[in-house]
């Protein structure tokens, strides 16, 4: 079983030109900002939005493929999708939101009823059958449209920021229950969404993708610990270069030369952790083989320590303790200097 | 919070202009006979025009539903050439004056009229002059309230709904019938009582279409007309439960589904 997806589409200013596969037995989460094309790809899986060149797969049947002009309309396509803002049916009682894929495929009321009855059930809502979905909370909605999402048995399950309506409270709560429902879900999954803990958390392996097109892709590990691109390490919070390797350094394209131990050379990543920055306010002499000037920038707090923006031609981030940000007086801003070794600077390549 | 205050100007116009419009009712309430009000309304003649207005603008209404939904959705939902003209076209009626409505009716619809002299040839059907085509006038100029209100809530609804029926596996007759009629609901009433109390209230395209044959075309606008050269103070009880119609029908609205305090 596996989901194939390679297409194109333009949709007002996003052009989208993405392709992944889905496995069977893995939960994959499509991670990247907003605006990045990941609800339009969504979408375009579950063909609410035409392709423009390309092809979409579910196990090996063809769903839509722009070259043969084939398209499977959406209602005729087995999948589930959880919507942003769930789009239950406010007109129809939690029950009948539930049963409506069933009575849809074609089971009668009363077998659709007790169907989804126990599908209410095993999401912990059965009480909640008679009530609108005006009457629950956020985190019930949320199971309510997993299970209308789950009782048809689709054979891909789509989430469109399955969290992302619930407050910072209730998140981590359903967002557990989401990961056992997902995880006892026998179907395809595919997660959209623009937090990393969520995607972290959930899937078992990350898509990222900025302006329409694929970054990055691999484990939650993979992915954190070699960023290949400013998103990302701006997600996991160290500080990105791309250059070309060289004898032990590497040149930027905006100006400082960075020097590494790894003797890889060519199109390279390089990647400082913020712990490895050191911040001075005078010119450091030691052992630091790398040292450069900046203006300190904005201070964000972390328990006993503080990331400092440092401002200038190569912006980086440094972390410090809040003694270090009280001596050298980070807050008012001002002329800094910055240094880290070269041993800390992590290289791959591009 | 300090309250804002009208310019004496602004003021004393929008007063006159109120009064204009509350004068007319005033007299209406206080000329009423209200001795003999029971007895000028359960006059036979008056009860008949009464059941026939009601039989009619309640046909009207629901032969405005049944196309007009359709028509209103189309609109919404389906771009083609000439939409706006056709849309312009089927609205005409709300400010067409009504008796030019009739006179159209006649042309197409009576005896020597273009689909009128095939309907007589063909089938033997005769509108013109017929409780059927008092209900077709009420119909011609009333359904447009109603297209016009359906077409706005059908805008205006979230389609992602549509969307999550669709993904679900229900095909676009299932979609519509059970995902966006009842999310179009409030639009649906608001419409039919706009719709329905146009018909009640319909005089000019009737009259022109249909005549004013009492217990066949003579409905409750006539009937007052009528009864205004006659019996006067009759006219005027049955012009008070007109009215008093359209101030519920109003007012009914504005609560529930019009949203203004």
Redesign the interface.
Known sequence: MSLEVDLRLTLGPLALQMELVIEEGEIVALLGPNGAGKTTLLRAIAGLVPIDAGHVRLDGEVLEDAATRRYVRTEDRSIGVVFQDYLLFPHLSVLDNVAFGLRSRGADGAQAWSRAMEWLERVGLGRYAKARPAQLSGGERQRVALARALAPEPRLLLLDEPLAALDVTTRAEVRRDLKNHLDSFRGLRLVVTHDPLEAVSLADRLIVMEAGRHVQSGTPAEVTERPRSRYVADLVGVNLFRGEAEHGSIRTPDGPVVAATDAISGAVFAVIHPRAVSVHRVRPEGSPRNVWSGRAGGVELLGDRARVRIEGDTPMVAEVSRAALIDLELARGGDVWLSFKATDVVVYPA | MRRERAPLLIAVLAALGAAFFIAPLVGLIVRTPWGSAVQSLLAPDTLQALRLSLEASLSATAIALFLGVPLAWVYARIDFPGRSVLRALTTLPMVLPPVVGGIALLLAFGRRGLLGAWLDNSFGITLPFTTAGVVMAETFVAMPFLVLTVEAGLRSM?R??E?????????RW?VFT??TL??V?PSLVAGSILCWARALGEFGATITFAGNFPGVTQTMPLAVYLLLETNPESSFVLSLVLLSVSLLVLIGLRDRWLGTA
Request: net charge positive; proline share 6%.
């Open positions: 979230d992602r709904y969307e999550a029926a669709r993904a679900l596996g229900a095909h299932t059970r995902v009842p999310l609901a």
